[in-house]
């Protein structure tokens, strides 16, 4: 899960970060040479601040945590390398912090931070899938190396810088495609039709994979979906906007975003707001540490009401977004109350190549609820203090405190029937991955349809399916059920039809058991402003059949 809202690569202007990472500058720089790479041996410090600032050995509480690390080195019965007692001087810090999400990361964990919460690497610009036990190429992004190679769909990869993909992991297959910019990797793919592997020696390139997921559906209601708050996610989000003036209602799909970097989160809540009010509020350690964000543009879609759809994994940004919409009466929230992540980290440089993220703020919403949910060390909630503030919108609409967004209807997914357990229950019992199983029919029915605009699945390859479900280890008893059936035959349905790039019929397919966008339709359907989503708030949610 990416929790970080604010990057800096000096520590110079974060004042309640500094002392924690002078003394680990400090423990790094007066560790023994003889240490390891990367803990003990002395090297220059993130500024030149920093290097003036360091504790001197004469300072009476460097010379007893020096004597300390001396001790253990020499004396303990367990005996360890320099270097393993200078990480364990460093992780106790951390640990003794009582803050849940501080780390020190190391070179190759801050890269793939990175690539997590910027959707950016050196690749070639493919998604990729293990079907029937082949890395088969499933996405070509446009624009990138591969598109230029001719690279298609369904390619099957069987081969890597000369050695074999059979049996690879997706994991492994990136692992080796990707690497620098600039540099060739070499490909061997098997196309249907063609006898022999095609070969290709393809050059790397700076590839992003967007965060934003967006089309019409429902009698012209617009869905965008937010999968993280990546950099770019606010210019992704706008231009869905704009591809999207013409709905008559939208749908923000902020469940399971992790959050991401502030900028983009106050940046995408921006699109919304009217200009020139509070977004969100930081509070750090000392007064000086404060700051009230205000939207700085006109809003995309100031007219058409909008349903933001929440869950217990939304956090950070995420959570941003969301409570600066509810609070200013721009969108009614549907769902189930958010993480709360209302913590700020920040990422500060180390010697080599290392990172400390450090939480340094709070974040606060418009009407300053607190974000914050606490939690111990391991990240478990702990005991909740009622909020006793009454939160009260412009429009007149209270808003409950306490941590977290709580939704203005909340509505919890549904969990799967008796036929259906059974049918994933009796799946695991048979080491067979249905999941797999599920996409490599939806993709092969698909590559089948071709760019049929009125596609579906045969009744036929559907039995033909189930059939080979029982063959591999489902009893037929359990596969006869007919809620079972509907399940499955619902499940690879909608992977079809986002298999033929027709996201509108798999959305309209998902909402038959996705509770919460169901009420969001049924709510927008019903409504032509905010207002009027607002006012029928208090409407029962029908039952689930």
């Known amino acids: ?142 624009g990138t190396p591969a598109d230029s190679a001719g690279l298609l769909v369904g390619d ?22 990707r690497g620098e910019r600039g540099t060739p990797v070499s490909i061997m793919i098997q196309r249907d039709g063609i006898d022999l592997p095609i070969p290709h020696t393809i050059r790397r390139d700076e590839v992003h994979y967007s965060s934003v997921t967006a089309t019409t559906f429902a009698d012209s209601l617009g869905y965008v979906r937010l999968d993280r708050v990546a950099r770019g996610s606010m210019m992704e989000v706008d231009s869905a906007l704009q591809r999207l003036q013409h709905v008559k209602g939208l749908v923000l799909d902020l469940r399971h975003n992790p959050g991401g970097y502030l900028d983009e989160g106050l940046g995408v809540a921006d699109l919304f707001l009217p200009r020139n009010i509070p977004v969100a509020s930081l509070r750090g350690r000392g007064p000086e540490d404060r700051n009230v964000f205000r939207s700085r543009r006109l809003p995309r879609m100031p007219d058409i009401p909008i349903v933001v759809l929440v869950d217990d994994f939304s956090a950070s940004a995420a959570e941003i977004i969301a409570g600066a919409l509810q609070d200013n009466d721009r969108a009614l929230v549907v769902g189930d109350r958010t993480f709360g992540k209302g913590s700020v980290q920040t990422l500060i440089p180390l010697p080599q ?74 799946a695991n019992a048979a080491r067979m991955p249905l999941t797999a199983r599920g996409a490599e ?64 019929r798999a959305l309209q397919l998902r909402a038959e058991r996705d509770l919460p966008l169901a009420e969001a339709i049924r709510r927008l359907r019903g409504a032509r402003t905010q207002s009027d989503l607002f006012a029928a708030m208090a409407a029962p949610t029908p039952s689930p059949n």
Do not use: C
């Not at 004042?15 to 023994?32: F, G, I, K, N």
């Not at 951390?94 to 690749?123: H, M, R, V, W």
């Not at 939690?375 to 429009?395: A, C, F, I, N």
């Open 1 to 142: 899960m990416v929790h970080l809202l604010r990057r800096t690569t000096s520590v110079s202007n974060h004042a309640p970060a500094r002392v924690t990472t002078l003394l680990l500058v400090a423990l790094l720089s007066l560790a023994p040479q003889a240490a390891s790479p990367g803990l003990g041996q002395s090297t220059p410090p993130p500024s030149t601040t920093d290097t003036q600032a360091i504790p001197q050995t004469n300072s009476l509480e460097v010379q007893v945590l020096l004597g300390v690390v001396e001790a253990v080195r020499r004396q303990a019965l367990t005996e360890l390398s320099d270097s393993a007692v200078w990480e364990l001087a460093i992780q106790g810090m951390i640990k003794e912090l009582n803050d849940p999400y501080a780390q020190i990361l190391s070179a190759d964990e801050y890269g793939a931070f990175e690539e997590s919460a910027t959707g950016n690497y050196a690749g070639i610009g493919i998604q990729i899938q293990q079907l029937n036990n082949t890395i088969t190429v499933t996405g070509v992004f446009r």
């Open 156 to 177: 099957r990869i069987v081969e890597v810088e000369g050695q074999s993909a059979l049996g690879w992991t997706t994991s492994q297959a990136a692992d080796r495609i």
């Open 353 to 426: 190549g290392r990172w400390l993220r450090l939480t340094t703020a709070s974040w606060y919403t418009p009407l300053g609820r607190s974000l914050t949910r606490y939690r111990d060390k391991e990240g478990s909630l702990l005991p909740e203090v009622p909020d006793t503030v009454s939160y009260m919108t412009s429009q007149g609409r209270k808003i409950p405190g306490g941590g977290g967004i709580l939704p203005d209807v909340v509505v919890t997914d549904d969990t799967l029937r008796t036929a259906e357990r059974a049918v994933w229950n009796t």
């Open 441 to 504: 029919f939806a993709f092969q029915q698909a590559r089948q349809a071709g760019n049929a605009p009125n596609a579906v699945i045969p009744n036929s390859a559907f039995d033909d399916f189930v059939n080979r479900l029982v063959r591999d280890g489902i009893p037929a008893d359990v596969l006869r059920n007919d809620v079972a059936r509907r399940y499955l035959r619902w499940d690879v349905e909608v992977q079809f039809y986002e298999r033929l790039g027709q996201p509108g």
